[in-house]
């Protein structure tokens, strides 16, 4: 009863650095996508896929790159990581089903030095 | 372009009692969704309640209600029976095709109070 499951759930770099938040289901969600949380401002859309091969972008996303190869998996890659992307980080999946409504994933907090 | 707008950035009630959180969204789309979302300090997401915006009909779920306005583009909760456990932050969420795309306001944090 996996749900969604990121990793890690913390992480600090520093600028310039890369990485891969990871993001994978266990549902057969058709959907996923990843969010960006920041004090005051909500949840931002940063890229989301309609299925295997498919991605495309949301409202920020500058500096991040997806791909999503298999239903279950979708990562986040940051090239070179930079203090404006410090952030809690959400990936979601969903179905497109009549509601569709979005189970979350518990966050990667994310800190950039 | 979507927006949602969440005017209301702290609220309180005492428990027990009832309370409304209030949401206007802005959009062009015929067709949508619209969602309220609950983050406990564990971080987690949590759906509270959704709406289909071609349904006319108010939904409800246990202790929570929507006052949904189609023409005014409002989409407000309402909790009654307020208890400590939905102190929280709740989020109004937009949510559009292709590939269930999500837009949320900024938030309300609710304290409920012993």
């Known amino acids: 009863n996996a749900g969604v499951t990121q990793t890690p759930k913390f992480q600090v770099l520093k600028t310039g650095q890369s990485m891969t938040l990871q993001c994978a289901q266990d549902m057969n969600h058709e959907y996923m996508s990843w969010y960006r949380q920041d004090p005051g401002m909500g949840l931002r859309l940063i890229h989301y896929?309609?299925?295997?091969?498919?991605?495309d972008q949301g409202e920020v996303p500058n500096g991040y790159n997806v791909s999503r190869s298999t239903t279950e998996d979708f990562p986040l890659r940051l090239l070179s990581a930079a203090p404006s992307q410090t952030s809690v980080y959400f990936c979601?999946?969903?179905?497109?089903?009549?509601?569709?409504?979005?189970?979350f994933g518990q966050g990667t907090r994310l800190t950039v030095v | 372009a979507q927006t949602v707008t969440q005017s209301q950035p702290e609220m309180s009630v005492q428990e027990a009692e009832t309370v409304t959180l209030s949401c206007t969204y802005d959009?062009?789309?015929?067709?949508?969704?619209l969602f309220w979302y609950k983050q406990p300090p564990s971080r987690q997401m949590i759906l509270v309640i959704r709406q289909e915006a071609y349904k006319q009909q108010n939904a409800t779920e246990n202790r929570f209600s929507v006052n949904f306005q189609k023409a005014a583009k409002s989409f407000s909760l309402k909790i009654s029976d307020s208890q400590l456990g939905d102190t929280a932050m709740y989020f109004c969420?937009?949510?559009?095709?292709?590939?269930?795309?999500?837009?949320f306001g900024t938030g309300t944090s609710l304290t409920v109070i012993p």
């Open positions: 896929s309609v299925g295997a091969g498919i991605t």
């Open positions: 979601a999946s969903s179905v497109h089903s009549e509601l569709g409504a979005a189970f």
């Open positions: 959009t062009s789309e015929s067709n949508y969704y």
């Open positions: 969420a937009f949510m559009k095709r292709p590939g269930n795309q999500f837009y």
